[in-house]
């Protein structure tokens, strides 16, 4: 037995009273506590690990140490490129992970115990051996516990188990840790923490941070894959090339040229790598997250922030989304035959322990009558009512009018559907309470069973607030083309009027209770209908799987745990931070103070993230379509490489690096159009073609000329530095100020390293010669033209494939 075990479920007086403090001291100086240390944001190892260990940053730091002991370190200035992109993505994410950190730490959870006797809340680490846990609905459960007491315990155990069903808990059953209560209340007496309970032994499936869906990291790795497969083969060819060029393998070996041919190869591996895309992608995400932590958004998963801008259906829940969340008692409507006694029975749900939101509502206009009760069904947010038995009284039921007495409460002929039918037209949320002359059996509590011959008395009321920025936000996705459907639990009438309070133009909600089981015909119901009322749980998450049937990437917004499955299930699930904890552990993102109005940011800066790294992509894949030609040109001709290292590290940093750097940080507000990948590269993989020609056109053209080889990798560096320069300014179109102030800063930065003595002498750039400067002139003006007819080309593909893809 481990120290996070317990030899057993005590049932003696300590069941009521908890744990004594000296014995919650003495456990926690046994190192008995629900200590654990689980990231909620990866570790600082994982993050050194991702940036430095990766097949790329392999091959460049082979290709950079095979320089060094060669003694070229002037041609290894691309090894420093790759130090700084690991050092830069890892301080980046570092710096990302303390964010998450601290906001997820001011965000934690508290679980609920009872010691000495009286109720307390504490840390969930603090919790200890025997501590006895007081579960309520909402409740994250925060250690394994076996259940001691129990009032329609329910327990949802779908995070760990992928049991959907709520599973009923009697004493001596165990709930697991990370397991959520969805009904009732209880007890349970603790008896494994820390490392030993089954959430955190069973972390990796238990783990919140699953990756969620991300086109750019598919896209890139995708690329990458094929770069990685072309590697080998090609660095073979072209090594072949370059000793063919210096006179056999026997003579490179005599005289010392391998040296020189190694360089070469080493030249064209490295100008294949699209190294700095996957830094700018991070970058880009890291960013937006900072920024959008700075508006209180809080971000599980940097990739979210592209998720939202490529969702086109939000799911939201009505309560504490497009409502304040803060229900107020209204008025009670009684209803002709009403029992005696309804007020003291309003006052008696208003007071008990597991009273929801809504009851604790009725405090503010009922006293508590102290009752003695004999049996009771909890609220269910499945069913949608509780009941309670009086000695001598009966039975009570309180709860939504439908799923009481059905039919009856929409009959406008009926005194019960006369009454809902008006109020929840208003906007009124509308809870019945109804008697029954018999009590509860214990049949009728296993079975969660109505009492016989219930009847009703009194329609209860209970209003709630519109938030301010509802209806603007609402009009932000209509205008984004962003489908919404407005789910919740409550009357479809009142959905409707809230609706309709919001912007949204309906004039009934859909009652969830006849939607079809069938997914294709739901599927077929959620494309025609915008607003659901008496929706379940079960069919919220559903009605999510249903929307991505079709082909929609869903978002889905709630607070209550009966949100958490839905909040799972879809692409993006979004928390209000009131929320219960198990709502807030599952979610992608958190809106910490709650504002409904933060969404159309993250969807501004996903928009961002996602048009900024598609326009640098184009940059850095050009560059791997030109340098993955001119190895596989030079290898088949048989021609020395015209580039030193050093010389790519020029056109690298001054046409790719450093202005995509600032490209992928600034503001863009296109919409996200899907086919990123396809896009970039029916740009790229041209551009790279006419580069790649270009430059083997004008190496055939400067052998003929007889110019030595530095004339000649000089001006192949001048034409790929004004072409490159070129493509820099076609991308960034249309230019503006800033845009202008990058360009021409990399222009007079190229300008400088071609006159400036010292910088010539180091990169061995030299005057190319007057026959070769008319031939590089010509060819240059060549490629230009030649790139501008494939914008134009690319710019009517891209036109074509969005006419496509459009409704």
């Not at 906001?103 to 679980?111: E, F, H, I, V």
């Not at 994250?140 to 959907?164: C, F, K, N, R």
């Not at 501004?604 to 001119?630: C, D, H, W």
Request: with cysteine; proline share 4%.
């Amino acid at each position: 037995m481990g120290a996070g075990e317990s030899a057993g479920v005590r049932t003696t007086d300590a069941d009521a009273e908890g744990l004594t403090a000296g014995e919650v001291t003495a456990r926690t100086a046994e190192g008995r506590t629900n200590q654990f240390r689980s990231d909620t944001s990866r570790s600082i190892g994982s993050i050194v690990r991702a940036n430095v260990f990766t097949l790329f940053n392999g091959i460049v730091g082979a290709c950079f140490l095979v320089l060094l002991l060669v003694g070229r370190w002037q041609d290894a200035l691309f090894g420093l490129s790759a130090v700084a992109n690991a050092i830069i993505g890892s301080v980046q994410e570092f710096r990302a992970k303390l964010a998450l950190d601290r906001l997820a730490l001011l965000n934690a959870p508290q679980a609920r115990v009872r010691r000495d006797g009286a109720e307390t809340e504490i840390a969930p680490a603090e919790v200890v051996m025997d501590d006895l846990l007081v579960l309520r609905a909402g409740d994250q459960v925060p250690a394994d516990a076996q259940v001691v007491h129990s009032h329609g315990l329910q327990i949802d155990e779908s995070m760990l188990t992928g049991e959907s069903d709520a599973v009923d808990k009697r004493p001596r059953d165990e709930a697991l840790s990370g397991s959520v209560v969805v009904a009732g209340e209880g007890t349970a007496r603790v008896i494994r923490v820390g490392a030993d309970s089954y959430a955190n032994a069973f972390q990796a499936e238990a783990k919140r941070f699953s990756m969620v869906g991300s086109e750019l990291r598919t896209s890139i790795n995708r690329v990458l894959r094929w770069v990685s497969w072309g590697i080998g083969p090609i660095g073979l060819l072209v090594l072949n090339a370059q000793v063919q060029v210096a006179g056999g393998w026997q003579r490179v070996f005599a005289d010392g040229t391998w040296v020189q041919a190694v360089v070469n190869t080493i030249a064209s591996l490295t100008a294949m790598i699209p190294l700095g895309l996957v830094l700018m992608t991070s970058i880009a995400f890291a960013v937006g997250a900072a920024k959008l932590a700075g508006k209180k958004v809080l971000v599980n998963e940097l990739p979210a922030v592209e998720g939202l801008a490529r969702v086109d259906v939000v799911c939201l829940d009505k309560t504490g989304t497009l409502t304040r969340g803060d229900i107020e008692f209204d008025d009670t409507h009684e209803l002709p035959g009403a029992t005696a006694g309804w007020r003291d029975v309003l006052g008696w749900y208003g007071a008990a322990p597991d009273a929801n939101a809504t009851a604790r509502c009725l405090r503010d206009g009922f006293a508590d009558p102290g009752l003695a009760t004999v049996r009771t069904i909890s609220f269910s947010s499945a069913r949608k009512w509780s009941a309670v038995s009086f000695a001598g009284v009966g039975t009570w039921v309180l709860g939504a009018p439908e799923m009481v007495f059905g039919a009856r409460a929409t009959v406008p002929g009926d005194p019960l559907g006369a009454a809902v039918t008006v109020l929840a037209a208003s906007g009124l949320r509308t809870l019945v309470l109804g008697h029954s002359p018999a009590e509860l059996t214990d049949d009728d509590v296993a079975a969660e069973r109505l009492p016989p011959g219930t009847v009703a008395a009194v329609v209860v009321t209970f209003r709630e607030q519109v938030r301010d920025d509802a209806a603007q936000t609402l009009a932000y996705f209509a205008a984004q083309g962003v489908g919404i459907r407005i789910i919740s639990g409550d009357n479809p009438r009142t959905v409707a009027a809230i609706a309709r309070q919001v912007g949204v133009a309906v004039d009934e909600g859909y009652d969830a209770r006849t939607l079809p089981a069938d997914p294709e015909a739901l599927a077929d119901v959620l494309e025609t209908h915008t607003v659901f009322g008496r929706v379940t749980p079960e069919q919220k998450k559903d009605m999510v799987t249903a929307l991505q049937s079709r082909g929609h990437t869903v978002a889905m917004t709630g607070d209550g745990v009966n949100d958490a499955l839905a909040i799972k299930t879809a692409d993006i699930g979004i928390a209000m931070n009131s929320g219960a904890a198990a709502t807030k552990a599952v979610a992608r993102l958190v809106l910490l103070d709650g504002r409904f109005s933060h969404l159309p940011d993250v969807v501004a800066e996903g928009r961002q993230v996602i048009a900024n790294i598609e326009r640098v992509s184009m940059l850095f894949l050009t560059k791997t379509a030109y340098a993955t030609g001119l190895a596989i040109l030079f290898g088949a001709l048989v021609l020395e490489f015209p580039f030193l290292p050093r010389q790519l590290s020029i056109t690298d940093g001054l046409t790719i690096g450093i202005p995509a750097f600032f490209l992928a940080l600034m503001p863009n507000a296109r919409r996200y159009i899907p086919g990123f990948l396809r896009r970039s590269l029916s740009f790229a993989i041209p551009a790279g073609v006419v580069i790649a020609l270009t430059l083997t056109a004008y190496t055939l053209t400067a052998r003929s000329l007889d110019v030595d080889m530095d004339q000649l990798r000089t001006g192949s560096t001048i034409i790929l530095a004004i072409v490159g320069i070129w493509i820099l300014s076609i991308l960034s179109r249309p230019l503006n100020r800033y845009k202008v102030i990058v360009i021409g800063g990399m222009f007079i930065a190229l300008t400088a390293l071609f006159t400036i003595p010292l910088a010539t002498v180091f990169f061995q750039l030299t005057d190319p010669g007057e026959p070769a400067a008319y031939a590089l002139t010509g060819y240059t003006i060549l490629a230009i033209a030649l790139i501008e007819v494939v914008r134009l080309l690319h710019l009517r593909f891209v036109r074509r494939a969005l006419a496509a893809i459009r409704p």
